[in-house]
Antibody, heavy 117, light 107 residues
Framework: EVQLVETGGGLIQPGGSLRLSCAAS????????MTWVRQAPGRGLEWVSL???????NYADSVRGRFTVSIDISNNTFYLQMNNLRVDDTAVYYC???????????WGPGTLVTVSS | DIQMTQSPSSVSASVGDRVTITCRAS??????VAWYQQKPGKAPKLLIYAAYSLQNGVPSRFSGRGSGTDFTLTINNLQPEDFATYYC?????????FGPGTKVHIK
C-alpha cells in the first residue's frame, strides 16, 4: 500500500524556520513527482512545491526564495525547509505525489504549521 | 499563473439530486484538470483526473467533462457521504493551481 505521512509541524514565531518531513512507503521519492500542498485555516487548497528526481523543483510564487524542497533517498523521505516564515504561512501542509496523468494521489493526513508571536 | 474559478461557491442539495459544479481556467489547459473531494479535517481525495477519467474506487455517479477552459464535475444521485467541498485543479503548467472550492450542503 502506498502511504505518505507528514511530520514536523508546530508553533513557530514569524521569521523563524521549520522543516517538514514526508515519509513515503510503497513508492520511491526519487522516482516520483513529490508535492506539497497547503491549506490555511478555513481556506482552500494552495499548491506549494514539487520535486522530481532530487533535482527538478518548482515553487509557488508565494514561497519561492523562502522554501526549499529536497529528498533523502536513504530514508525515502522528502522535506520542505521553510525559512523566514510569515503569519500567512499558517496552514495544514499535505504531502502528495503527482502520478501518471498528473493526478495527486495519495495524500498524507497533513501537519499543522502555526506561525504566530 | 493560471487562475481557476469555480461556480457556485456553495450549493444546497438533497439526497438523490444531481449536482453540477463548473470550473473555468484563465487560459487553455487542454484536459489537464483534476477534481478532489475534501471533508472537514481530512486530506483531499482524488475523484477525477485528466478531465473525465474516474479514479479507481470512486463511484460512477461522479463524472467529469470539459477541455480547454471550461470543465464540469457532475454528481448523480447524491448520497449522504457526498456532502463535502470539491476543488478543481489544473495540471497543465507550473505552478499548479486549485479553484477556490465548492461546498455541497445538505438542503
Amino acid at each position: 500500500e502506498v502511504q505518505l505521512v507528514e511530520t514536523g509541524g508546530g508553533l513557530i514565531q514569524p521569521g523563524g524556520s521549520l522543516r517538514l518531513s514526508c515519509a513515503a512507503s510503497g513508492l520511491s521519492v526519487s522516482s516520483n513527482y513529490m508535492t506539497w500542498v497547503r491549506q490555511a485555516p478555513g481556506r482552500g487548497l494552495e499548491w506549494v512545491s514539487l520535486i522530481y528526481g532530487g533535482i527538478t523543483t518548482n515553487y509557488a510564487d508565494s514561497v519561492r526564495g523562502r522554501f526549499t524542497v529536497s529528498i533523502d533517498i536513504s530514508n525515502n523521505t522528502f522535506y520542505l525547509q521553510m525559512n523566514n516564515l510569515r503569519v500567512d504561512d499558517t496552514a495544514v501542509y499535505y504531502c502528495t505525489r503527482e502520478m501518471a496523468a498528473r493526478r495527486l494521489d495519495p495524500w498524507g493526513p497533513g501537519t499543522l504549521v502555526t506561525v504566530s508571536s | 499563473d493560471i487562475q481557476m474559478t469555480q461556480s457556485p461557491s456553495s450549493v444546497s442539495a438533497s439526497v438523490g439530486d444531481r449536482v453540477t459544479i463548473t470550473c473555468r481556467a484563465s487560459q487553455g489547459v487542454n484536459t489537464w484538470v483534476a477534481w478532489y473531494q475534501q471533508k472537514p479535517g481530512k486530506a483531499p481525495k482524488l475523484l477525477i483526473y485528466a478531465a473525465y477519467s474516474l479514479q479507481n474506487g470512486v463511484p460512477s455517479r461522479f463524472s467529469g467533462r470539459g477541455s480547454g477552459t471550461d470543465f464540469t464535475l457532475t454528481i448523480n444521485n447524491l448520497q449522504p457521504e457526498d456532502f463535502a467541498t470539491y476543488y478543481c485543479q489544473q495540471a497543465h503548467s507550473f505552478p499548479r493551481t486549485f479553484g477556490p472550492g465548492t461546498k455541497v450542503h445538505i438542503k
